[in-house]
């Protein structure tokens, strides 16, 4: 097994657990427009296709006009959800990103938008474990595409082969792919179902994750029974 220098991490369903809200906070306002969005559509249309359900408002004969309206909705009412969330983060990330920590360098790279990113991170105890953080307003083209972690590598200033990306989304995986990174897919509620041919390997949990990391870092290893300990 090779020895990494890097972990570049997604966000939402990673490091926190922020998927459902986005989820309720989607289905919500396309209620009242007869869209009752189930989870399976969420996820393939918004974490795997990457083009949301305005789709079907746009099939019905709405306008875009509505369309961006309900976008600044959302994203008013998704940063409500965070607020009134508090506790978000994946339970057991602060110790293993503590044991990553001195080891290698980590960043983060999202689709979020700054403002959810600080909100979901407002009481997680996790920010200052990263070296960087790239929202959606930090690069050019979202995920799949690998505009997001090209820039974390060169913001790591290393190589992609001396890194290693966590994701939990097909989109994600993709771009990760697409920037030359091998990817380790975290497993949550939203995308139990889905295979993920390609990626390094599927982890069910964060010590499974911790464990996969530690054969990457040798160092870190040392740290994995007090992980698993807390776990």
């Not at 409500?80 to 057991?92: D, F, T, V």
């Not at 930090?138 to 994701?167: F, H, I, N, T």
């Amino acid at each position: 097994m090779k020895t990494i220098r890097g972990v570049l991490w997604d966000n939402d369903g990673v490091l926190v657990n922020t998927e459902l809200l986005f989820y309720e906070s989607n289905r919500e306002l396309l209620l009242p427009y007869g869209i009752d969005l189930t989870p399976k559509q969420f996820f393939d249309w918004f974490l795997d296709h990457n083009y949301g359900a305005w789709h079907l408002l746009l099939g019905q004969g709405h306008d875009i006009a509505l369309v961006e309206r309900l976008r600044l909705e959302r994203k008013q009412l998704f940063a409500e959800r965070l607020r009134q969330a508090r506790q978000l983060a994946m339970p057991g990330m602060g110790n293993l990103l503590d044991c990553m920590r001195p080891h290698v360098g980590m960043g983060v790279v999202t689709s979020a938008y700054r403002e959810h990113f600080e909100l979901s991170h407002a009481h997680s105890g996790l920010r200052d474990q990263f070296d960087f953080v790239l929202t959606r307003e930090s690069y050019g083209a979202s995920k799949p595409a690998p505009d997001g972690y090209l820039l974390g590598l060169q913001r790591l200033g290393l190589a992609a082969g001396e890194c290693v990306a966590v994701e939990d989304a097909p989109r994600g995986l993709r771009a990760a792919h697409a920037a030359g990174l091998e990817c380790i897919i975290l497993r949550n509620h939203m995308n139990r179902h889905y295979a993920f041919d390609g990626a390094f390997c599927v982890v069910d949990s964060v010590a499974e994750l911790g464990a996969v990391l530690a054969t990457f870092v040798p160092g870190a290893a040392r740290a994995l029974p007090q992980l698993e300990c807390a776990l």
